[in-house]
């Protein structure tokens, strides 16, 4: 197979620290040589934030080579609510390559080995030229206007990247993001990403040098992934075709499209709900039938092609899962429904790509083949696959609040009766990195179901639903709420006459989520205003109880620049602390820096205590720590609870020696009870969470834990 000429890889780039990085609110104004400088990083203020404020240009240089400090950039995607903001010097930009792999199409149209080339997936794609995913933080030089030009970085890049309108190896293309750096964040609406159009958006990136409060709010990327295969109706088409073929034109009028996907883009595309035909072909050995390229999944292969009139489902699309298949097709009762997207986890079985520095948006779902244009919208282009989800990158000091991301697949079509349905997109890509707060987050990246019909008392009974999308991927280094979610869509049913059932169709399996994600895994440079901005590299931060009341707190620093002292505060909630000790920075040329003080506890009648350092710099400029707990002498059950005060949600901290089931009740002054939760402890330390308490009255309540036939209550501030 012919072969484009990609970028050099760079092999000896030097990896990140991996430690937690305090900053101190002080701008550096003088780097090395090789460092980034004149940064927009904010230093201070709380910034609400109402829609998204990113801007995506498309990268348009054909190659871009680790090491490289320029690039061209196209002209910026406007809309109403993004792509208003133009790159400025000294600007945070990601860069991301959006497509770009190789699909095996092999001499017959129906040989399995289509895709990854193992024979019998006829779906999948190439370890060689594959780009996709790869992904970086860079510091812009220069201003950039709306209608493009010449990028310079302050730094040689990390990852190559490729440009490359469709051709013998599919489609390649990468965007740039510019990233607005906020000290704080507070979310005052709901955020959406663009949905992505081809070249640009899909994503939505937010980055808080400090603090990142939720405040209940969402941010959606669902359905801005890749696009769906775009049905439309046809009657047949002579030649060689088969009921086997896993590849085929897009100008023979039989078979299903594909979905968009790693691998390229479909001639015809369900567009946001409209059908749009991109001209070319946009897959190589052509965009309809069963195979499934890269991601995106497999359109119906009909299996009678000459009158196209058997009508499977198409593949649903995949990410962190694999799209299910698609469904029969009605009299034939053959196998020829699209085949599902695979994962990105695996290409192959035993080769993973996706990281947290290396993401894709779900895969787009194929369409179902259709003969009679059933459903609305009428002409066929009901059939059409959905789109996968969208991606999601947050980046904060500390998280606070409650709030949800939501990255899953597009909703199918059900409307369809009497001929084939598309499959479910799969959902998108979420990354969290802070250093406290996750568990207020719930994060879902869900496949979409496979669409349904109705064929009913039709004279035929059942025609082929769609397949399922796969789950997307979550990665996060802390876990977050308990109902974060990367379930794979469910097949489509079809409601004949007399059965009812999936025909054939198939789930899409379930994505992955990772919560232990490290720093040295990261993106390069995303973390580049923590790190530059606030330059105190805490290396580690413990508190341990020692005897008689006494508390040993003890951490070691790097990187320590303009720092002036360290202040340790302790508090029995995590929200109201006070000092209780000072130590002055070190001026040492040592290149790591050790500390250690004690606090000895009086009058403390609490189980559970917290400590966090507060570090101030030469100017009286300061920023916090992340909060560690420690438990003192504990009774062999014993409660604490924070955030107290409270607004919607607190979290219950219960540690016990044992395992044990009981119940959570939350009781006003009358005595009333407000809400009650059956509840299951571990041994050791557990956390509840407590919600749905926005519509409270302010004032005081009482929290009981009914534990092992033993009652512990604590006082729970409504505010």
């Known amino acids: 197979m012919k072969q484009i000429k990609m970028p050099a890889e760079k092999t000896n780039s030097t990896p990140l620290k991996n430690t937690l990085v305090i900053m101190l609110g002080v701008l550096m104004l003088q780097f090395s040589a090789v460092s980034v400088r004149a940064q927009n990083c904010a230093t201070s203020g709380t910034d609400p934030i109402i829609a998204s404020e990113n801007t995506y240009y498309p990268g348009t240089q054909a190659t871009v080579n680790a090491g490289d400090v320029s690039m061209t950039l196209g002209a910026a995607g406007a809309g109403l609510n993004f792509g208003i903001a133009p790159i400025a010097a000294g600007d945070i930009v990601l860069i991301i390559q959006m497509q770009g792999a190789q699909i095996l199409v092999p001499g017959t149209v129906t040989n399995s080995a289509y895709g990854s080339g193992f024979g019998g997936m006829g779906a999948g794609f190439l370890s060689t030229g594959l780009y996709a995913g790869k992904m970086e933080f860079a510091v812009s030089l220069n201003a950039v206007p709306l209608v493009g030009g010449t990028l310079n970085l302050s730094a040689g890049l990390s990852n190559a990247y490729a440009y490359s309108p469709y051709g013998a190896n599919g489609q390649y293309t990468y965007q740039i993001v510019r990233v607005p750096q906020h000290f704080n964040i507070l979310l005052n609406g709901a955020i959406t990403a663009p949905l992505w159009n081809g070249s640009t958006g899909g994503l939505v990136v937010l980055s808080a040098v400090n603090q990142f409060d939720f405040n209940g709010k969402t941010i959606s990327a669902t359905g801005a992934g890749f696009r769906g295969g775009g049905g439309r109706s046809m009657n047949g088409a002579s030649g060689t075709y088969t009921w086997k073929d896993f590849y085929s034109p897009a100008t023979a009028a039989t078979n299903g499209s594909k979905g968009e996907g790693i691998a390229g883009t479909p001639r015809y595309l369900n567009n946001n709900g409209v059908l749009k035909d991109n001209i070319v072909e946009g897959y190589p050995g052509g965009s309809y039938a069963r195979g499934a390229p890269g991601n995106g999944g497999g359109g119906a292969t009909d299996s009678d092609p000459a009158s196209n009139d058997q009508n499977a489902g198409g593949g649903g699309g995949g990410n962190g899962g694999a799209g299910g298949l698609g469904g029969n097709g009605w009299s034939s009762f053959k196998v020829s429904g699209g085949i599902g997207g695979t994962k990105f986890t695996s290409y192959s079985p035993t080769t993973n790509y996706s990281s947290p520095s290396r993401m894709i948006m779900g895969g787009g779902a194929g369409s179902g083949s259709s003969n009679n244009g059933t459903g609305l919208p009428g002409g066929g282009f009901a059939s059409s696959g959905s789109a996968g989800g969208g991606m999601v990158i947050i980046n904060a000091l500390t998280i606070s609040g409650t709030g949800t991301i939501n990255a899953s697949g597009a909703l199918a079509n059900n409307t369809v009766s009497i001929d084939g349905s598309g499959g479910g997109g799969a959902g998108g890509s979420i990354l969290i990195y802070a250093n406290s707060g996750h568990a207020g987050i719930t994060a879902i990246a869900n496949g979409a179901d496979g669409a349904n019909n109705f064929p009913g008392n039709q004279d035929a009974t059942q025609h082929g639903p769609g397949g399922g999308g796969g789950g997307g991927i979550i990665f996060s280094n802390a876990a977050l709420n308990a109902a974060t979610s990367v379930t794979g869509g469910a097949a489509g049913t079809s409601f004949g006459n007399s059965i009812t059932n999936n025909y054939g169709a198939a789930p899409g399996t379930n994505g992955v989520y990772t919560s232990a994600v490290p720093f040295a895994q990261l993106p390069p440079n995303m973390r580049v205003c923590q790190s530059i901005v606030l330059p105190v590299t805490i290396l580690d931060f413990n508190a341990t109880y020692a005897s008689s009341n006494n508390v040993k707190i003890s951490w070691s620093t790097t990187d320590e620049i303009n720092a002036n002292y360290f202040e340790v505060e302790r508090s029995a909630n995590t929200t109201d602390f006070i000092s209780v000790g000072q130590v002055n920075a070190s001026q040492s040329a040592n290149p790591v ?91 050791g330390n557990n956390s509840i969470m407590i919600d749905q308490l926005e519509n409270l009255p302010k004032g005081m309540y009482v929290v009981q834990a009914m534990l092992n036939n033993n009652l512990y209550t604590v006082k729970l501030l409504k505010k």
């Open 593 to 683: 820096h050790n500390y250690t003080t004690n606090d000895q506890l009086y009058n403390v009648n609490t189980s559970i205590i917290y400590y966090r350092l507060k570090i101030v710099d030469q100017s009286g400029k300061f920023v916090y720590s992340q909060i560690v707990p420690v438990k003192l002498n504990q009774p062999e059950t014993s409660v604490s609870i924070y955030p107290n005060p409270v607004d919607n949600y607190t979290i219950l901290n219960l540690y016990s020696d044992k395992q044990g089931a009981g119940e959570l009740r939350v009781v006003d002054n009358s005595g009333r009870q407000i809400r009650t939760k059956n509840i299951t402890v571990n041994t």
